[in-house]
Nanobody, 115 residues
Framework: QVQLVESGGGLVQAGGSLRLSCVAS????????MGWYRQAPGKQRELVAR???????NYADSVKGRFTISRDNTRKRVFLQMNSLTPEDTAVYYC?????????WGQGTQVSVSA
């Protein structure tokens, strides 16, 4: 009964920027710590950035200093500002969250970075 929808992906040149958005909807009565993950062709899904239970943030070493995760006050909208993009950032990006003991994932949004 929870849906997550990502948007904001696209094609960008190396050194450029993109801002991803994720909106949660459905039967949600409490907030949760949401995060961003990505999966590149031939690779496993990996963590990009997420909020911790205490309200802090965790980032993959590969994106520290370049990406910034944020959210609105409802905790139903989460964003990922991506700067200084490189071809290695090319992947399908997913947002994720947990409500009532279940994990939910969005459909993903494609990010492609050209050299």
């Amino acid at each position: 009964q929870v849906q997550l929808v990502e948007s904001g992906g696209g094609l960008v040149q190396a050194g450029g920027s993109l801002r991803l958005s994720c909106v949660a909807s459905g039967t949600i009565f409490g907030g949760t710590a949401m995060g961003w993950y990505r999966q590149a062709p031939g690779k496993q899904r990996e963590l990009v950035a997420r909020f911790t239970d205490g309200g802090g943030t965790n980032y993959a070493d590969s994106v520290k200093g370049r990406f910034t995760i944020s959210r609105d006050n409802t905790r139903k909208r989460v964003f990922l500002q991506m700067n200084s993009l490189t071809p290695e950032d090319t992947a399908v990006y997913y947002c994720s969250g947990s409500w009532y003991g279940s994990n939910y994932w969005g459909q993903g949004t494609q990010v492609s970075v050209s050299a």
